[in-house]
């Protein structure tokens, strides 16, 4: 018993412990649904930072279909990731690197990113949103968002709900060093 | 067939006077592109409905296109149809295009053998266009601009400088940054000087499904500037019309100028 209660002192230690220190990952699960239609393309998804302005401060994915094509690689349908073309798209030059990714299958996606990535950065301290919007041929589109706090603490997790093309979106805070 | 269309042209351009108005525009097949190749296609029409193409085609004799660098680009595959106007433009610079019919001339009624015309052409065509017998001959010049905005990439602002000439929308709010739910300002120009009192037109297309024009009246404000509230996405018609005696061409004695834009609002 007292071993046990020990131990338990020894996990809510560490916890204050971890709250204390900066994580050492930004990380964001993306759920993409399986869909039962009869015309099916990945869908097209985009995440990223915007501050309370709404500006956007950090990519962090964008994925698309990246196959060559006369097209230009799937980028002509960029601008359908309608709110992420206007906050940040229409002036990047793609592909950038570390941020655009292929087109992605049914199914649950993490990225991790380390806090030391430059795209952080430019982060000062203060509320920002995480987005996540998935647009899909011939399909819809959604937009999902989690705020936060920023700096993260160690071992925070949020979550949110798309309910057509996107499913649970999770961003949390990795371990710390 | 071209004297019958610059009538209705010349209807055009008188319509805002007489009372009755048929609406010019260009129809833009969409107004943010991305890719190694875009190509924006356009549809040029004069109608009563917006946007539909079912009364006659606008000429694209005056189609005047600058791109992002200032430049004038040529239009590809014009044509004229039945009840419009065509024509493609590949996106080669990335950034905002200014596409444009300005239709820049003047008309005349006079008396001759007994009985009153009317005649409509360029300035340089008076002196031939009009009889030598004419009397009671008034001349009226006539500047309209028809345009539309189109972005590949981001918005820039060199394509929207103002030329100086008629009426002239320049932007505050960029006209390829207009989403629902939004207030866009834009300053209007009459001579490239800020046009005061202007009274504005905005309707939003699709008014073959709904009983109404809905149309909004603005007026500028003494800088000539407007704010205009989108509430819901889609294409919609801005026009203005003025007239006055600043004119170009010495035997015309009043200027008409006529204005339209097709803006497109994104939804959020």
Redesign the interface.
Known sequence: MTRLLCTLVTVAFSVAAYADEAPKTFDVSVEIPKLNVSEYHRPYIAVWIQDSNRKAVANIAVWYQMKDS????G?????DL??W??RS???LEMPVDGVSGASRPAGKHTISLPVSDSRFKVLSAGKYELIVEASREVGGREVVSIPFQWPLSAGQSMKAQGSDELGEVVLSAGSPK | MHRFLIATLLACVVAPVSGFAHKIWLLPSQTAFSGNDPWLTVDAAVSNDLFYFNHFPLTLRGLKIVAPNGSIVEAENQHELKYRSVFDLPLTQRGTYRVAVVMDGAFASFMADGERRRWRGSADELATGIPENAENVQITESITRVETFVTNGGPTNEALTASGRGIELIPITHPNDLYAGETAKFQMLVNGEPASDLKVTVIQGGTRYRNTQEETELTTDAEGKLAISFSEPGMYWLSTSTSDEDTSIPQATSRRLGYTATLEVLPQ
């Open positions: 006369k097209e230009g690689a980028t002509k349908w960029l601008p309608r709110q073309w206007r798209g229409r002036s």
